[in-house]
């Protein structure tokens, strides 16, 4: 049975950065994406960025270029790191890991727990 440990929210102030990381233990999918999606206060949740095994990300609008996805397919570890933090980025991050072809709402898809990020002006 695959789990995903996630750490790494925090609370800092706008402008800052903070890297976020999510363990997969067991045995993953073979073929598979990985990605972070976060909830903010209030709202429902939503991508924040994604990356297959081979690398292909896909970010939302607006964390592009403040936001890099990467992942350790050795370890099956994927980290966030974000930098020039803005309070609308303050939610509860989720990592995700779906099989390739599946959306990330599908029954397929394995979540961690979330980690808060909370983000002061």
Not at 102 to 109: A, D, I, T, V
């Given at each position: 049975?695959?789990?995903l440990q996630a750490s790494g929210g925090g609370l800092v102030q706008?402008?800052?950065?903070l890297m976020l990381s999510c363990a997969a233990s067991g045995e993953p999918y073979a073929?598979?994406?990985m990605g972070w999606y976060r909830r903010p206060p209030g709202k429902q949740r939503e991508l924040a960025a994604t990356i297959t095994t081979t690398g292909i990300t896909n970010y939302a609008d607006s964390v592009k270029g403040?936001?890099?996805i990467s992942r350790d397919n050795a370890r099956n570890t994927v980290y966030l790191q974000m930098t020039n933090l803005k309070p609308e980025d303050t939610g509860v991050y989720y990592c995700n890991l779906s099989p390739d072809g599946?959306?990330?709402?599908?029954?397929?898809?394995i979540w961690g727990q979330g980690t808060l990020v909370t983000v002061s002006s």
């Open positions: 049975q695959v789990q706008a402008g800052e950065s073929h598979n994406y403040r936001f890099t599946r959306p990330w709402w599908s029954p397929e898809s």
